[in-house]
Structure formats: structure tokens, C-alpha cells
């Protein structure tokens, strides 16, 4: 009698397990024990996504909040999450953290600036990335892979060396200040000096290795120049009071390639706003986890606004007025 009723309680036991089965089935959840209920991007689960910033200055910072900010917009906080790692500026260090992306299975890389890219790029050929904080994709890559698109940073070199010829028309020799390890800033001084040229002027292009060499690279640079160029660096943006400290002592006035770096050593600038940059990154980031675009069919990118920005201490320092249509720096 007591076997018959623990065969029962068995039976009854069983027709319940299957009836729960059945209920879940017909809500659209999954009934199979096997399936990975913390896929990312799947109904009512979080997209991942992994962005390696290079190192921490104004630029970087507010480019990825922007990608963040497009993100949640369309996600809302509760569909997205970010896995957000600094490489402190060393390239190693990128390649680590993208490993541990790649680890966890992130939908999506963001890479802010050129070293991130790299190590993302030769890291996986599976998850889309995206670049932002790059100036010239073919020039940090070689070949850009079917799985990066991103935006650029770059502001019209022929514009910024027609600024430096409107506020400096009577200057002879222009230095070029640049970081010899970072391949966008070869890229940028090497096209804006052909323009500076042509206009007539003497360029002499200063490159130092690393913040090490930095001070003494740029009173080399002040010693043979009557203004001083520095592109989007992001080495050069870690170290704007390196630089301002040689600069402004020797009456030597500094055009930067963004915001940044003007408002810590420079007098003038034409820059794009970097947080626009992020959010047209992030919109991106958007339509490839949702699916409406493939990341290897997506174009680079571009913040079309340019704004003319001074630094108004630095311009009082050196005795400088700048013309009309120039915005300060807030």
C-alpha cells in the first residue's frame, strides 16, 4: 500500500514538472536547460559592450560619454552595460583589456583612440568594433578589417593651417610638436605641413617619444619657431601643463588640433566637439545591435561642426588679439 502511494506522488510529481514545461513554452521562454539565459542583446537581457578609453584627458572622457549617453537613450539604463576600462596610455594594456573582452563576450567594442583600435583590430575579427577619438583609419590599421567602422576626429587640415596663416600671417617658421609613437600624428603634421608650405612657410617638424623627452623637445621647438602646431595627441593632451610651462615663458603661441589641448597650452584651435563625436559613435553602436546596419558595410563617420575657439589667458599672456568669429573656450 505505501509503494502505490509513493508510485503516485512519483507520477504526480512528474505531470506537474511537465505542465510548468508546457506553461513556459507557450510564453516564449525557454524550456531547454542548455540554452545561455545570460546571452547578451536576447529578450529582456542587456546588450554588452566593452570600450577601452587609451588614457584619461577632456577629449576621450567626454567622446565616451556621449557613445554612452546614445546607448542608454535607445537601450534605456536597463539595456545596456559597459564594460569601461582605462588603458592608462600604454599599449599593453589595451591588449589585455580587449582579451578580457573577448573573454566575457561582449556584443560590441568601442575603441576610444588609435591604440585601443589596433589591439582590437588584430584581437578578433568576430565582434564588431568601433573607433572614435581616430583620425585616419587606414593609417592606424593599414587595412581597415570587415568588423571596424567608427568616426573621426579629424578637423580640415587645410582649415587649421589656414587659421594659423590668419592669426600669424607674418610668422616665418611654424614647428610641428608631435608624439613619434602615435601614427595619426605623424599623419597630421606630415598633411598640414604641405599646406603651411605652400602659403610660404618654414616647417620644422619637433617629434618627442614619450612625456619623458617632452619639455625638451618643446623648448627645441620654441627656440627655431614663431608658433607652434600640436595635432589631436593624445600624449600631447596627458601633458598640457608640461608643455604650457615651456611655451609661455618663451612667447611662443601654440595652435592645437582640439579643444583640449588649447585650453591647457595653446591660444587658438578649430575643433569638433568630442561628446558629439561619442553620441554619433554611439548611434552607430545602435544600429549594429539592433541589427539595421552591418558594421562592415558602415562608412567612417565625421563631426561636420567646426568651432574657432581661443584661450583667452593664454591669448592676454602673449599679448594676442584674436579676430572676429573666434569663441573662448568655457
Known amino acids: 500500500m505505501k509503494t502505490r502511494k509513493r508510485l503516485s506522488a512519483m507520477l504526480l510529481a512528474l505531470a506537474m514538472v511537465f505542465a510548468l514545461a508546457a506553461c513556459s513554452n507557450e510564453t516564449g521562454e525557454t524550456s531547454d536547460p542548455g540554452a545561455d539565459s545570460s546571452a547578451a542583446g536576447g529578450e529582456g537581457e542587456a546588450y554588452v559592450v566593452g570600450i577601452c578609453q587609451q588614457s584619461t584627458h577632456d577629449a576621450l572622457d567626454a567622446a565616451t560619454q556621449g557613445f554612452q549617453d546614445a546607448l542608454i537613450e535607445a537601450f534605456g539604463e536597463d539595456g ?98 608631435y608624439c613619434s609613437g602615435e601614427p595619426n600624428s605623424v599623419y597630421q603634421v606630415t598633411t598640414i605641413q604641405s599646406y603651411l608650405e605652400e602659403m610660404g612657410y618654414t616647417c620644422t617638424q619637433y617629434a618627442f617619444n614619450d ?25 600631447a593632451a596627458n601633458n598640457t601643463e608640461v608643455i604650457a ?56 563617420e565625421y563631426d561636420t561642426t567646426l568651432d574657432k575657439l581661443y584661450n583667452a589667458a593664454n591669448c592676454e599672456a602673449l599679448g594676442l588679439t584674436v579676430p572676429e568669429g573666434y569663441q573662448p573656450i568655457e
Open 80 to 177: 545596456v552595460r559597459f564594460a569601461l576600462e582605462n588603458a592608462a596610455g600604454e599599449f599593453a594594456n589595451c591588449g589585455t583589456i580587449v582579451d578580457g573582452f573577448i573573454a566575457e563576450g561582449v556584443d560590441l567594442i568601442l575603441a576610444n583612440a588609435t591604440y585601443p583600435l589596433q589591439a582590437a583590430a588584430s584581437a578578433t575579427s568576430d565582434i564588431p568594433i568601433l573607433g572614435t577619438s581616430v583620425t585616419n583609419y587606414e593609417t592606424a590599421l593599414g587595412t581597415v578589417g570587415d568588423n571596424v567602422s567608427g568616426t573621426s576626429d579629424l578637423a580640415p587640415l587645410d582649415e587649421q593651417a589656414a587659421m594659423i596663416q590668419e592669426l600669424f600671417p607674418d610668422a616665418q617658421n611654424v614647428g610641428l610638436l
Open 211 to 235: 612625456a619623458n623627452d617632452l619639455p625638451a623637445v618643446t623648448q627645441t621647438a620654441c627656440d627655431g619657431s614663431d608658433v607652434i602646431y600640436i595635432p589631436t595627441d593624445n600624449t
Open 245 to 300: 610651462n615651456v611655451v609661455l615663458p618663451a612667447g611662443v603661441p601654440v595652435v592645437a588640433g582640439e579643444s583640449g589641448i588649447c585650453a591647457g597650452c595653446g591660444v587658438a584651435t578649430l575643433s569638433i566637439d568630442y561628446y558629439e563625436l561619442g553620441q554619433i559613435t554611439g548611434e552607430m553602436a545602435v544600429r549594429i545591435l539592433t541589427g539595421e546596419e552591418d558594421v562592415s558595410e558602415m562608412e567612417i
